[in-house]
């Protein structure tokens, strides 16, 4: 009976990429959230599906290099969870550093700061914990702005220098940067002499 929309939800996992990470809303134009669960448990038995944690699922990604099927990307899975309880979240701390190609330590657990609630979600090595935030820090900015403030405030005033603004220039594309220089009017001082420099010839007057 189902059977219809156990493949117009295949069709939809099988043109995604490999890696992407699923929640049960995202099909929720194609059938309700019964016949959603029941057609993901059957691809999941067929294998088109992976369970990631309860209600996160991903398309499996298969490593040539490896010889072996790889773990969910952890940033997919943040986003998902995020899109299912309609959070706004940004990377912080050494996640931040990360993404931004200011640290290449690997963190231990993935950081982001978010509008919802606290909470932590864990799966074979895998660690992400969302950090509350005032919706001040999150809502109205744009993903990069979020991120480079967010690395910004991880680092530190003392330990920002020309090294961390000459590649956080390079990182970012002269719309994000108009962005940034925009909507981080609104971040403390430092941060947002920083972000001039990083922006630098985007402004005709500072």
């Not at 914990?129 to 999150?138: A, D, G, P, Q, S």
């Not at 090294?163 to 941060?191: F, H, P, Q």
């Amino acid at each position: 009976m189902n059977n219809g929309y156990t493949e117009q939800i295949r069709d939809r996992i099988i043109n995604a990429p490999e890696g992407s990470v699923f929640v049960n809303s995202d099909f929720a134009d194609i059938a309700d959230n019964n016949t959603i669960k029941q057609s993901i448990n059957r691809l999941i038995q067929e294998g088109v599906l992976r369970r990631v944690i309860r209600g996160v699922f991903d398309k499996p990604k298969f490593s040539k290099l490896l010889g072996e099927y790889v773990a969910a990307d952890p940033d997919a899975v943040a986003k998902a969870l995020a899109r299912c309880y309609h959070w706004t979240i940004a990377p912080c701390g050494d996640t931040a550093l990360n993404m931004l190609g200011l640290s290449t330590q690997v963190t231990a657990v993935w950081s982001y700061i978010s509008d919802g609630p606290y909470k932590t979600y864990e799966w074979d090595k895998t660690k992400i914990e969302f950090k509350h935030r005032t919706n001040k820090e999150v809502t109205g900015l744009s993903p990069m702005t979020i991120l480079v403030i967010q690395a910004l405030k991880t680092l530190g005033k003392e330990h920002v220098d020309e090294k961390t603004i000459r590649v956080l220039s390079r990182r970012l594309n002269e719309d994000e940067k108009a962005a940034l220089l925009a909507e981080g009017a609104e971040a403390t001082d430092w941060i947002y002499t920083v972000i001039k420099e990083i922006c630098k010839g985007e402004r005709e007057n500072d």
